[in-house]
């Protein structure tokens, strides 16, 4: 049960927004690009705040309070409403500039009237206009205290964005943890109008009188708005309170609430199933059955199933009520202390879980407030963290996890993490590396390394000295939410369009900056020649059919084919023998000893013998005669034809494949790709057509499912 | 949650979460398997000092540790127990004299549990005694039955190690024939791909390993001297530690290019050093059989009834009335920003990461040399100096195919061994994955009155009377630890479960015990006496809105001086309200001649800034 909030977004259209310095864009297409691109992130984010739009500098008027020629060219294009594709549609298509100008003190009073009426008798948790505009307009400021008045009254908040910074200085950000604005690129002052000038003193005026002295961090620029859309978070949901007693020993208890304050932020919504056609959903149905694991995956009701645990070799039936009944049971939530330690021990520690609660004293209980602090201010002085069993709930698996001293300018809390049980930690030893003699880099290399590293420093320093972070993480929206609005914005536009690409921006976003990649030019190309590093040809890769038959003299995956000579007896064969059945027929006919005729028939007979045994091990070697069989059908086409005996040796084979139905088939999935027929493009003489050997092909990969499901 | 899974809902979480089972590399590479080669002989019994327990004691309580440790974690692995000095033969065609294998190579169940408890303390030792006794000793015989152990198992075996665990540094009191034949055997063992390790145990004189064990175990992975060096383990613990290291086979989670950009690449291998254990997910059993049954999905269409296959489905997500649909293909495909790897964005002081910003357990990564030769070399430079530098090289991370980038930091770490010289940290970097814009959240703090300097020195006193020292692996999870005492009762027909600890309950007495008086003194302190911490919060007391208001509460608080002091170095005084100010003169006996406020003001920050 949020309460969601009531945003009204007023964009300036008037002539002047449509001008601009040569090469850049125009503050108009900047500032629709930033409500689009707003837009389009409640739209999938399915945000349940209410947007509004008001456009001002338009041709036309409507707006409720217009009268007598006040409050003209301010229309109201778009009353409170959850933002849909609709919204989007009208902002791509319906919003152009407008011809006229228009006061933006004038359109803030239209939109604070707007909240004020869409908003009777209902309740949101925040108010809050956007302006968008350049401040280019003549305006007077002689309601202003009214004006901020009656934005305090109502409890409405101000952002403003504007084609220039509020002023040059890169103010540092407030905690550390939530995203400021950054450096901006422009310096104020310089070629604004008067009454920009004057529009920006009244914009620090009211922003201040509103929220003191952080008011001007909701100033924004354009080209801040557009590159890091995470400013838009005040308005994002806000962390669900968690009120629980922090306690020590059986005495002494204070009061607390924790907020998560990072936590990996996922999709929220799923794919659904439609069929491909209808694009309906209820046209697929799902089907889940219950099957033994035998030969005819005999079908089992639900109802006949119940559930047990694997204990090691053993499974143990443990139905779901015994399960309930005798697990572990926690006695609700709780924040209890089990010892204080010191913090350098903790941070050895893998830190587990996906979130970091920030733990402040309950609000408004200013007794607990200086216990918590008590405690605060001793772990901070001592360099100690508290250790804590943790549990959110009553049904919730307990946790332990530490807390720790964070003291900043503005407040104190404790910072709580997950900590590993012993069940989680998996001790590897790795082998030892910088005392590893064939390992250890020279002092050339360790020096060359050295300067890539000076050359590829992220934190620089500006001109007063101070450190500044250049690629802020923690600044950076989540690419991946972005392209995934933008591809469904692009299909839901297009249905029939291919996908986008990557916004060009987006990418940039999550490359190295460019100063940076310059600078280590040179460093690097020192490290490549120093550091010789090679890829190692791996001899053993997995086998495509591609590998298998593009280049003969490849051995087999598992069962080898020796083709020289000179790797076994040279001992005079006569017969294709049925320990290695493949090595002799090679060997046979290298020898030349019997005809390849003979050979031939030989292997076959083998080849039905061992097919006759149903065992893995006979089946597999089997699969090799057969893979040898066809490596010298290929190799020798010219013998197979003038000795007309291939179309006989290759009529026997549907027979094998027959057989092979019927064998172990598991196997069958490593063959996959190296066991087809010999087609015709391979072997002239073959009597199989291309579609014939594609037909036996497709049995086979049927069976291949089948039997995989069965074996894996 | 297993309901909500249906309908491939959470589908990426699921991947994400499936590590390298879930790679095949586990399924093809086969099962890992472990065989425990333990000395019988007369000396193992030996009792140690103060009542030290036996060396046999000790071994068996480790064994059962690993085995244990192996049912949760990872039941597929097969685990052998081969005792040998023993008067008694057991072995599979008795071909052995004095070689006894207790558990054949197979994967531990609740019964090979029960079979070690006969063999632990007093009892233990009798039983033993009893049912093998104390013989002759072959350490050949020995290791030629465990080969045959191995041979004779029929499933893959990926990763084969035997661990020897012996006090005599000397088998066979001088018998050439015997030493040699031992050799041999191992040197066979080896040749097949079997790990040796010698888990060597205190022998008054001390262990001397080059008298004969150094030519039967295997060379250490890293060919350093260190392997042979290590001290024999006295204590369970330091046992428990190096058995632990080597039980487990180290597996990488993926095997990556780390681009420093350029084309200079080097290969690395992903661990993943912990991670969370959760109770296994149930399987499903046939009621009358307690036969394991499969599940299998299909779709078929609603009208016709025929089986849809993956090509007759696509994906919808609906968003204001609007469907919008796309192929299976193309939702994996808007995951896709670059191929799999680490790519190096540059380098920044360890100060700028943050302890709060974290989202996931970190990974590890070492260098592969076998994937690019000389990444070794170039990963040891690196960590060297960012080491040096402490800095942390910062990287995007794309784990997989179709899978989003991440920002993670590496973070050196630099090998150390502990006390007995068994490595306590590894050499790598750690891999830690930073957060978002997306992923912080906007907390409103809560600002309250800070507390007084006496108020934090009696707290101070209270976390010096609990301090302990902090092991990672010092909790157990009891909600784990639970479900495997039910299972084993129910496995076991025993009445009731065996009682868990749970290690993450508070030992309250203990702890109020040790506070005494210091908990009382601390609420004295900071609560009035009608507070009551634990009940419902007393009713809001109205005051202005905000701000102002807040400063108005402070009133009941004494501030303290360094608070003051800020205030009167970011000159906010004036936020503070007359009451509160004039509290602050008479706290540190200022005069003031008048009760204006810019008077009291002046006066404070003349006090404070001298």
């Known amino acids: ?712 | 949650m297993a309901e909500r899974r249906e309908y491939y809902q959470n589908e990426d979480d699921e991947v994400e979460e499936d590590e390298e089972d879930s790679g095949g590399d586990y399924k093809i590479s086969g099962r890992d398997s472990l065989v425990f080669l333990v000395d019988a002989s007369k000396e193992m019994f030996i009792k140690g000092e103060d009542g030290e327990p036996s060396n046999f004691d000790m071994t068996m309580q480790c064994v059962r540790s690993v085995y244990t440790s192996k049912i949760i974690s990872s039941d597929k692995d097969l685990v052998a127990l081969v005792f040998y000095g023993t008067e008694q033969s057991k072995n599979p065609r008795n071909s052995f004299k004095h070689v006894y294998v207790y558990h054949d190579l197979d994967s531990p169940g609740s019964q090979c549990i029960l079979d070690i408890d006969k063999l632990l303390g007093e009892k233990g030792a009798q039983f033993a005694e009893k049912t093998m006794g104390s013989g002759e000793t072959s350490l050949g015989d020995a290791l030629w039955c465990c080969s045959n152990l191995y041979s004779d198992i029929k499933l893959r075996l990926s990763h084969k190690r035997l661990m020897i665990f012996t006090c005599r540094d000397e088998h066979h009191g001088g018998d050439g024939a015997k030493d040699r034949q031992a050799r041999t055997k191992a040197a066979d063992l080896k040749e097949t791909g079997v790990v040796i390790d010698l888990m060597h145990l205190t022998k008054p004189g001390g262990f001397d390993v080059s008298l004969f064990f150094c030519d039967i175990v295997s060379p250490p992975e890293d060919e350093s001297e260190l392997g042979l060096q290590i001290e024999p383990c006295r204590k369970l613990e330091d046992l428990q530690k190096r058995v632990r290291a080597k039980e487990l086979k180290k597996r990488s989670q993926s095997r990556l290019t780390f681009s420093l950009g350029e084309g200079v690449n080097l290969a690395v291998g992903v661990y993943v050093l912990a991670r969370t254990a959760t109770k296994p997910s149930a399987v499903k059993l046939h009621r009358d059989t307690n036969e394991p049954v499969r599940t299998k999905t299909r779709y078929f269409h609603a009208h016709n009834g025929g089986i849809l296959l993956p090509n007759d489905m696509k994906r919808a997500q609906v968003y204001g009335k609007k469907q919008i649909v796309m192929e299976k293909d193309e939702v994996d495909e808007i995951k896709k920003f670059d191929d799999p790897g680490l790519v190096l964005m540059g380098f920044k002081p360890m100060d700028r990461l943050k302890l709060h910003h974290h989202i996931r357990p970190a990974l590890f990564i070492y260098p592969e040399e076998e994937q690019i030769s000389g990444s070794s070399c170039m990963f040891t430079a690196l960590l060297l100096n960012c080491s040096e530098k402490n800095l942390f090289a910062l990287c995007r991370y794309i784990p997989r195919r179709n899978t989003p980038p991440r920002f993670v930091a590496l973070v050196p770490q630099r090998e150390e061994l502990d006390q007995s010289q068994t490595q306590a940290t590894p050499p790598g970097f750690h891999v830690i994955f930073l957060p978002f814009a997306d992923d912080i959240r906007t907390v409103d703090a809560h600002v309250g009155p800070t507390a007084s300097d006496e108020q934090v020195d009696k707290m101070k006193e209270i976390v010096h009377k609990l301090r302990f020292k902090y092991k990672s692996d010092a909790f157990e999870n009891p909600v784990l630890q639970q479900h495997y005492r039910n299972l084993e009762a129910l496995a076991l027909n025993m009445l009731e479960p065996e009682p868990i600890e749970d290690l993450t309950m508070p030992k309250v007495q203990m702890m109020d015990a040790r506070l005494g008086p210091l908990a009382q003194e601390f609420k004295d302190l900071v609560y009035p006496p009608d507070y009551n911490p634990e009940g419902k919060p007393a009713a809001k007391r109205k005051t202005a809105e905000s701000g102002g208001g807040a400063a108005e509460k402070k009133a009941k608080v004494e501030m303290s001086e360094e608070e003051l002091k800020n205030h009167v170095a970011k000159c906010t005084l004036g936020k503070l309200t007359v009451p509160v100010l004039k509290d602050a003169c008479k706290q540190f006996g200022i005069r003031t001649t008048g009760t204006k406020k810019q008077e009291l003001i002046d006066a404070l920050t003349m006090h404070l800034s001298k």
């Open chain 1, 1 to 712: 049960d949020v309460r969601p909030g009531a945003l009204v977004l007023c964009m300036d259209v008037g002539f002047s927004m449509s001008n601009s310095e040569p090469g850049q864009e125009p503050s108009f297409e900047q500032a629709k690009k930033v409500i689009q691109k707003f837009v389009q992130r409640q739209v999938f984010a399915e945000n349940k705040d209410e947007v509004g739009l008001v456009l001002f500098g338009t041709d036309g008027t409507k707006n409720g309070l217009a009268e007598d020629g006040q409050y003209e060219n301010i229309t109201v294009h778009r009353r409170l409403m959850m933002p849909d594709f609709e919204l989007l549609e009208e902002i791509e298509s319906k919003l152009q500039p407008g011809g006229q100008q228009a006061d933006w003190l004038d359109a803030l009073v239209v939109c604070m009237d707007l909240l004020q009426e869409e908003t009777m008798g209902k309740k949101f948790e925040r108010l809050n206009i956007v302006l968008l505009t350049d401040l280019n307009v003549q305006t007077s400021a002689d309601q202003l205290d009214v004006i901020i008045d009656s934005l305090k009254k109502a409890r409405i908040t101000l952002q403003f964005f504007l084609p220039f910074p509020v002023d040059g200085e890169d103010r540092a950000d407030g905690g550390g943890d939530g995203p400021g604005p950054s450096a901006a690129p422009v310096r104020p002052g310089k070629g604004l109008s008067r009454q920009q000038t004057q529009g920006l003193e009244m914009v620090k005026n009211i922003m201040t009188s509103l929220e003191e002295e952080d008011g001007l961090e909701e100033v924004y620029t354009f080209s801040d708005a557009l590159q890091k859309l995470s400013i838009f978070k005040r308005i994002d949901r806000r962390p669900m309170a968690w009120p629980c007693h922090l306690t020590i020993g059986s005495s002494l208890t204070i009061r607390i609430v924790g907020y998560k304050a990072v936590t990996e932020e996922k999709v929220k919504k799923s794919w659904a199933i439609v069929e491909a056609q209808s694009h309906q959903r209820d046209d697929v149905k799902r089907e889940t059955v219950y099957c033994l694991d035998d030969d005819n995956e005999t079908e089992v009701q639900k109802d006949d199933t119940i559930q047990g645990f694997r204990y090691g070799s053993d499974i143990v039936p443990f139905s779901k009520v015994d399960e309930d009944q005798m697990k572990y049971k926690s006695d609700g939530k709780c924040f209890s202390v089990l010892g204080f330690t010191k913090q350098e021990l903790v941070r050895c520690s893998p830190f587990m879980g996906s979130q970091v609660v920030k733990v402040f004293a309950a609000r408004d209980d200013e007794h607990a407030a200086v216990a918590l602090s008590a405690l605060i201010r001793a772990l901070d002085s001592l360099k100690m963290a508290a250790i804590v069993r943790y549990a959110y709930d009553r049904r919730s698996n307990p946790q332990v996890g530490a807390a720790f001293p964070c003291i900043k300018e503005k407040y104190e809390c404790l910072l709580y993490v997950q900590l590993p049980f012993m069940e989680d930690l998996r001790q590897f030893t790795f082998p030892v590396l910088e005392n590893n003699k064939k390992f250890k880099p020279s002092e050339s290399q360790l020096s060359a390394v050295d300067a890539l590293i000076d050359s590829m420093m992220l934190v620089e320093k500006d001109e007063d000295g101070e450190s500044v972070d250049v690629f802020k993480v923690n600044h950076i929206p989540n690419p991946q939410f972005q392209r995934l609005f933008q591809c469904l914005h692009h299909r839901g536009v297009n249905p029939d369009d291919p996908l986008p690409p990557v916004e060009p921006w987006l990418k940039r976003d999550l490359e190295r900056p460019q100063a940076v990649s310059a600078r280590c030019q040179t460093p690097l190309q020192d490290v490549k020649t120093k550091f010789p590093l090679k890829v190692v040809v791996k001899k053993k890769e997995q086998k495509t059919s591609a590998d298998v038959f593009g280049n003969q003299e490849h051995a087999f995956t598992l069962t080898s084919i020796p083709c020289e000579v000179s790797h076994f007896n040279r001992r005079s064969l006569f017969q294709v023998g049925s320990v290695n059945p493949v090595r002799d027929f090679c060997t046979l006919i290298r020898q030349k000893t019997v005809s390849f005729d003979q050979a031939c028939q030989q292997l076959t007979h083998r080849i039905e013998q061992l097919l006759g045994n149903r065992s893995p091990e006979y089946y597999m070697k089997s699969i090799a005669c057969i893979q040898a069989f066809r490596d010298q059908g290929a190799f020798l086409t010219g013998i197979f034809r003038s000795s007309g005996i291939c179309s006989s040796k290759v009529k026997n084979r549907p027979s094998a494949h027959v057989e092979l139905k019927t064998s172990c088939l598991q196997h069958a999935l490593l063959f996959s790709d190296a066991l087809t027929l010999i087609s015709k493009d391979e072997v002239d003489g073959s009597t199989f057509s291309k579609q014939d050997a594609n037909q036996v092909l497709t049995a086979f990969y049927s069976l291949q499912l089948t039997s995989f499901k069965k074996f894996v």
